[in-house]
T-cell receptor, first 112, second 119 residues
């Protein structure tokens, strides 16, 4: 069995300040972990993925995430938020040969 | 645009009617997935195809739902005798797997979805 828990349904930041979106996962096997972003009226887009290589993963648009097995976490960070980062973010897990399981999402709000 | 396309983008129907959604994946992709997303929730897996074979179905896919991918290219998702609880965004995604049944370590490319409203 596999699941993800996104700890915040909404996160509000000011432009230029750091972003932290939290995700914990549960998996019976060594997981693959992903972050997807969904802008309004747009399809889901992959931000980054972890597949058992380096634990610190860099993605597009300055985002990165760190896989911490001891904490079963895969938090998404960005040093400085931009207005265009406002969107919904999904943490996703896949174990072995199973399909992707999405979290409920975190809405990121960026104020000027 | 050579991404995943879905049609129609919006569908409003009355309870009890049948609806069909179409998905055209990225042409070289051999896997095609259907997900459903309701308000405040993340996408939930419904089913997926490797070429024309339907390899897995979620328990969410009741017997009123049927999906096909007859020639291993486009796919259709039909919902018969729609209910108000079927109202959701239906998402299609595709991916390329070099090995049949290989692990999910790659990227899914999503379409913009088909929004269904059942009155």
């Amino acid at each position: 069995a596999q699941s993800v828990t996104q700890l915040d349904s909404h996160v509000s930041v000011s432009e230029g300040t750091p972003v932290l979106l939290r995700c914990n996962y549960s998996s019976s096997y060594s997981p693959s972990l992903f972050w997807y972003v969904q802008h309004p009226n747009k399809g889901l887009q992959l931000l980054l993925k972890y597949t058992s290589a380096a634990t610190l993963v860099k993605g597009i648009n300055g985002f990165e995430a760190e896989f911490k097995k001891s904490e079963t976490s895969f938090h998404l960070t960005k040093p400085s938020a931009h207005m265009s980062d406002a969107a919904e973010y999904f943490c996703v897990v896949s174990s072995g040969y199973s399909t992707l399981t999405f979290g409920k999402g975190t809405m990121l709000l960026v104020s000027p | 645009d050579t991404g995943v396309s879905q049609d129609p983008r919006h569908k409003i129907t009355k309870r009890g009617q049948n609806v069909t959604f179409r998905c055209d994946p990225i042409s070289e992709h051999n896997r095609l997935y259907w997900y459903r997303q309701t308000l405040g929730q993340g996408p939930e897996f419904l089913t997926y195809f490797q070429n024309e074979a339907q390899l897995e179905k979620s328990r969410l896919l009741s017997d009123r739902f049927s999906a096909e991918r007859p020639k291993g290219s486009f796919s259709t998702l039909e919902i018969q005798r729609t209910e108000q609880g079927d109202s959701a965004m239906y998402l299609c995604a595709s991916s390329l797997r070099a090995l049949a049944g290989g692990p999910n370590t790659g990227e899914l490319f999503f379409g913009e979805g088909s929004r269904l409203t059942v009155l």
